[in-house]
């Protein structure tokens, strides 16, 4: 019966997705329902071969403990240059009996993480291995979904590499776009994450237990991969192509970018632009919690406090939250959104929360609230979480995507802009439906 009623609440949940798609198109007439229909079985085929069947099962779990694996040497290279990070935790921290907090997790495994694993992705395009990757699956979405070549490899580059450095995989096609496929391209940005924050996200969540680090890296890669389909049915849907596509004829051709001139130039670029990476992260994530601190302040120190809201939210909330804050107004805006998705009801305040964390700040900092928050939820919320914050869908990234895109195609910046927020949508309703659908299945 439960798992009845979780596919019946999945299916409302998905309706209700694609119904916000519809109603924001562009362009309802021209929807193409059969390219719509595909994706979402796509979404679910692969979903249910992930984690359902298990010679799939057993294959991703293979690559899942390769990241694992992959992490320990990050940990190596991190320990030769921090130090013991648990004994340095212990020295400085060792009085409140609490020395691995988040902030030595972040410092002393995930900031490495990102630059590690930024240096092997620069290798691995070096030695050609990403790019026949990213064909392979661009191959399939041509052929599926009738997709034209460039946005095809634009969204399966997505999967592996960030919103940012995907563009550079189409960078000749890119002013020629039309505005779907531009959307198209920056939805599927928006809605699945970059490998080196994706392996930073698996370290993060799953600490020094290396069961927790697989389970986590089995989900985050499958929320990953099926996101690439669900992005694609949301762009298409919010801004429908009306141009005749030529399926005999496309391209699927990856221009040969500069990755260095041998294999140690290849690993110090990917070294440089890591730490740039692992820089931007850090100090966006200091300004965006001290922001939350300020308006925490000014909702439940000031106002809650002189106007009584404050013991009418921990009375309501069964003391579940201190007071009138931020995160409490995000629980109540988006607890109906955690529970079409699947979560549990004990736990949609606080998913709600964190879903709204991740939409109006970004994913980094929701991730670092779940995992403060992981121990107080079911195990079928926690998972459901991981896969709904597993996207760089936040208003932040708007501005990174027009900044980023527009620098290597100018012509394309009016429709950069005027289609970001859609891009946006797109994201977030493409990560939310991954969520739902891993709900059905858990």
Request: net charge negative; proline share 3%; hydrophobic share 55%.
């Amino acid at each position: 019966m439960d798992t009845l009623m979780g596919i019946l609440r999945g299916g409302i949940g998905m309706a209700f997705f694609i119904g916000i798609c519809y109603i924001l198109s562009s362009n309802r007439k021209n929807i193409n329902w059969k390219l719509v229909g595909i994706g979402i079985t796509m979404q679910v085929v692969l979903a249910f071969a992930i984690l359902k069947i298990p010679f799939v099962r057993i294959i991703f779990d293979a690559i899942a403990r390769f990241f694992v694996v992959v992490l320990d040497f990050t940990n190596a290279g991190a320990e030769f240059v921090l130090g013991n990070w648990p004994a340095v935790a212990q020295i400085v921290d060792g009085a409140s009996g609490e020395p691995f907090t988040i902030g030595y997790v972040f410092i002393f495994k995930v900031l490495p993480t990102i630059i590690f694993f930024s240096a092997l992705s620069s290798l691995l395009y070096y030695l050609g291995i990403l790019q026949l990757i990213i064909k392979g699956f661009a191959w399939v979405m041509t052929r599926l979904m009738g997709l034209t070549g460039a946005e095809s490899l634009a969204a399966a580059a997505n999967v592996f590499i960030g919103q940012t450095e995907a563009p550079l995989v189409v960078k000749p096609y890119l002013e020629g776009m039309s505005r779907s496929e531009i959307l198209c391209l920056m939805t599927g940005g928006m809605a699945t994450i970059a490998g080196s924050v994706f392996a930073a996200y698996v370290g993060f969540l799953g600490g020094d237990d290396p069961v927790a680090k697989q389970m986590f890296a089995t989900h985050l890669l499958t929320a990953s991969i099926i996101s690439a389909p669900a992005a694609i049915v949301a762009a298409k849907m919010l801004f429908p192509e009306t141009r005749e596509i030529d399926l005999e004829h496309q391209k699927l051709d990856i221009p040969r970018q500069d990755a260095g001139n041998n294999v140690l130039d290849a690993i110090s670029t990917g070294t440089t632009d890591g730490v740039k990476l692992a820089v931007n992260v850090g100090a966006m994530l200091l300004v965006f919690i001290a922001f939350v601190a300020l308006v925490n302040y000014l909702l439940q120190d000031m106002l809650g406090a002189w106007t009584g809201l404050n013991d009418w939210v921990s009375e309501i909330t069964s003391t579940q939250y201190e007071g009138f804050n931020l995160e409490f107004i995000l629980g109540v805006l988006f607890a109906p959104v955690a529970w079409l998705i699947g979560v549990e009801s004990a736990d949609l305040m606080v998913v709600g929360q964190l879903l709204g964390t991740k939409t109006t700040i970004n994913e980094f900092v929701a991730y670092a609230n779940l995992e403060g928050l992981k121990t107080s939820m079911s195990s079928k919320s926690l998972v459901i979480t991981t896969y709904a914050l597993c996207g760089f869908a936040n208003f932040g990234s708007i501005g990174i995507q027009i900044g980023g895109i527009s620098a290597i195609a100018p012509g394309q910046r009016k429709n950069l802009t005027e289609l970001g927020v859609k891009a946006l949508i797109g994201g977030t309703i493409a990560c939310f439906l991954t969520a739902t659908v891993a709900g059905m299945l858990l």
